[in-house]
């Protein structure tokens, strides 16, 4: 039996593009043009603008108070409390330093204690690893992390927190005195350890467990181990207007978040503003700095500073920012006046450039 050929079905080109203009690519195009006129404006434009916002900047930044006690080598000569740490590991030293503050920070920003340490790389691939997120998180229980390496066990139980981070937590304690340049009455200066961590790690990364009673706090770790280097279990951790903080203790989240740099300050607290003498931040006067020396830095020749410092817009005194913008504007306005001489000596209009035909030099 024959069969006619314009009966055959005809095969479909499913590969085939449609008709719409985007896919022929019919749409129209723009494409800038770049002159003299419309680039050498930009260079001065960006010039004008960030000098202005340098200049604002290092203004700002200058206005921030900072004050920085090196107390590395606090203590008597030949006897610092950073020669005893060394001949006695895991004890504890206390001295004293004083100092004089002759202008009054009483612009009633709030005052910041931070602790400084040189030398101390934090960043360090291993050691920043060396961490559990989910134990941090109220899981003390479980089998701890392999990143926590040999922090993860005392023994047969395990550590809360564990890590070489938690490990190293610094434990220096500050007591600050103040006593007014006419020698009145010496006045305690309290700093608040709590209002110091930030936001996303109280709501997101730190959490005690689910059976945490600040009542009896230690049957929620009975069953695990503290940190080598620690003096006390993670259930005394107490900050100075709570009690019983534990894993939500806020020194430990500002240690936890490790450094980019190997020098580095971090925040110890903020002077409580509810006292008589300290509402609009530190009067000028003599202050007497008490020091409970426990973490050393001798070994990989580190040093330990107290800073009080108050902060702006854009943080603490840092002028770097301002510099950087003033270095970027004044090389935009330089490079925009030698394009300028150049295209004025050299250059060709627009028109010349467009009109080419035989007897064109070029």
């Given amino acids: 039996m024959s069969t006619n050929s314009d009966d055959k079905v005809k095969p479909v080109n499913l590969h085939k593009p ?11 195009a723009w494409q800038p043009i770049l002159t003299a ?14 000098i202005p916002i340098g200049v604002g ?63 101390y790389y934090q960043n360090h691939r291993r050691y920043v690893k060396s961490r559990d997120d989910v134990q941090l998180l109220g899981s003390v229980r479980k089998e701890p992390s392999e990143n926590c390496g040999q922090f993860s066990y005392n023994g047969k139980l395990p550590i809360v927190p ?15 005195s103040y006593t007014p340049l006419n020698f009145g009455a010496r006045t305690e200066v309290k700093i608040r350890r709590d209002g110091i961590a930030w936001d996303s790690d109280i709501r997101m990364k730190f959490a005690n467990p689910q ?17 080598f280097n620690w003096p006390q279990e993670i259930w005394r951790l107490t900050s100075a207007s709570r009690t019983n ?37 530190l009067p000028a006067g003599n202050y007497e700095l008490q020091i409970k020396y426990s973490y050393p830095v001798k ?14 817009l854009f943080g603490g005194k840092n002028p770097f920012l301002g510099f950087a913008y003033i270095s970027v504007g004044g090389l ?14 050299f250059g060709k209009s627009v028109r010349e450039m467009v009109d080419v035909d035989e007897s064109t030099a070029y």
């Fill in 18 to 28: 449609s008709g719409t203009a985007i896919e022929q690519q019919r749409l129209p």
């Fill in 299 to 312: 070994s990989f020749n580190g040093t330990k500073s107290f800073v009080l410092a108050t902060t702006s």
């Fill in 162 to 176: 564990c890590g070489a981070i938690a490990n190293s937590l610094f434990n220096d304690t500050y007591s600050l």
């Fill in 57 to 119: 900047m290092l203004h700002i930044s200058s206005n921030v108070k900072e004050k920085v006690v090196d107390y590395t080598d606090c203590g008597f000569p030949g006897n610092t409390c950073a020669d005893q740490l060394k001949r006695y590991p895991g004890t504890s030293c206390t001295c004293t330093i004083n100092f004089k503050m002759d202008k009054d920070w009483t612009e009633g920003r709030s005052v910041y204690v931070y602790y400084k340490l040189t030398n």
């Fill in 37 to 50: 006129g419309t680039v050498l404006p930009m260079f001065f434009v960006v010039g004008i603008a960030f």
């Fill in 245 to 281: 903080d534990a894993l939500r203790y806020e020194p430990l989240m500002v240690w936890m978040r490790t450094s980019a740099f190997p020098d580095f300050r971090k925040n110890y607290g903020i002077i409580d503003n509810t006292q008589t003498y300290f509402k609009n931040g």
């Fill in 332 to 345: 935009f306005l330089v490079t925009g006046i030698v394009l300028v001489f150049i295209h004025l000596k």
């Fill in 211 to 227: 059976n945490y009673d600040p009542a009896y706090p230690e049957a929620a770790f009975r069953g695990t181990a503290k940190p």
